[in-house]
């Protein structure tokens, strides 16, 4: 599998298929093994390329970040690798650095996909509950972030039957190292607020959320839907926060539409 030296750090992403690039950005503290039944679905439509941003899974790093400065990684990675323009996918914090890269790179930008996430910034109250996330990672590690975050991240009942979807959380969760799990939730809890960008971007947008999403739930993604000029919404019967890995075939449908329009 590749990787790109950039910025101090060897960049791991996946990138099968030819065509419009069409790049996944993955959620907090996980990597680009989210994306696995994209990748292996949608080669046949278009470019897909998941990075693991810095730090995490296998883009090794032990260096602070911002959500700007990874959306700054990741147009550096696509411009070495031949991937511009494109259309950028992001799911939670993904979503938060894709709107960093619209907000940065808009002419190198064809489409976004917000997939499960948000435009504003932190509350008071979630700034300290970051604090005290800060703290707990700190003091008992990654684990106890998986144990924290995974019943929270699927649909209640998701995993009835089928344990392999919090298996596979806690595996990305706990291949990350307390320090970039660290840095994420500084950079998660210091972010800008995208709301004001939302008005004016001029490219095709999509919202995917999940109808059981209890991290940001539909409400927030119909928000988004209203703010943005042409905004499409698909909502995903069955899933929580990981509507990716808990309904692949209903995500890769929307997904696919959404590509095949833009070319
Ligand atoms: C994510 O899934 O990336 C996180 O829920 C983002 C966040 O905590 O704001």
């Not at 990684?73 to 960093?100: E, F, N, Q, R």
């Not at 995500?251 to 095949?260: G, T």
């Amino acid at each position: 599998m590749p990787t790109q030296a950039l910025n101090g750090v060897d960049f791991f992403y996946e990138d099968r298929g030819k065509g419009l690039p069409l790049v996944l950005l993955h959620g907090f503290p996980l990597s680009h093994a989210m994306w696995s039944a994209q990748m292996a679905d949608l080669a046949s439509t278009c470019r897909v390329i998941a990075p693991d941003f810095r730090g995490f899974g296998k883009s090794q790093s032990d260096q602070p970040f911002t959500v700007d400065s990874l959306a700054a990684d990741v147009h550096g990675l696509l411009k070495a690798i031949g991937a511009l323009p494109c259309v950028v996918a992001g799911l939670s914090m993904g979503g938060y650095v894709a709107l960093a890269f619209a907000r940065q790179f808009a002419n190198d930008l064809k489409g976004l996909v917000l997939v499960d996430t948000r435009a504003d910034g932190d509350s008071p109250q979630a700034k300290e509950s970051r604090t005290k996330t800060i703290d707990l990672v700190r003091k008992q590690g990654p684990k106890a972030i998986a144990d924290a975050m995974i019943p929270r991240l699927l649909a209640p009942g998701a995993d009835e039957g089928r344990p392999e979807l919090a298996r596979s959380l806690r595996r990305m969760i706990e291949d990350n190292s307390a320090k970039t799990i660290e840095h994420a939730l500084i950079a998660l809890r210091d972010r800008p607020d995208s709301t004001p960008l939302l008005p004016t971007l001029k490219v095709p947008t999509l919202i995917v959320v999940g109808d059981g999403d209890q991290i940001t739930p539909p409400d927030i993604a119909e928000g988004m839907h209203k703010a943005i000029p042409g905004a499409k919404l698909a909502v995903i019967r069955g899933a929580g926060h990981m509507t990716p890995i808990e309904q692949p075939i209903q995500v890769n449908q929307a997904l696919r539409l959404f590509v095949s329009k833009i070319r």
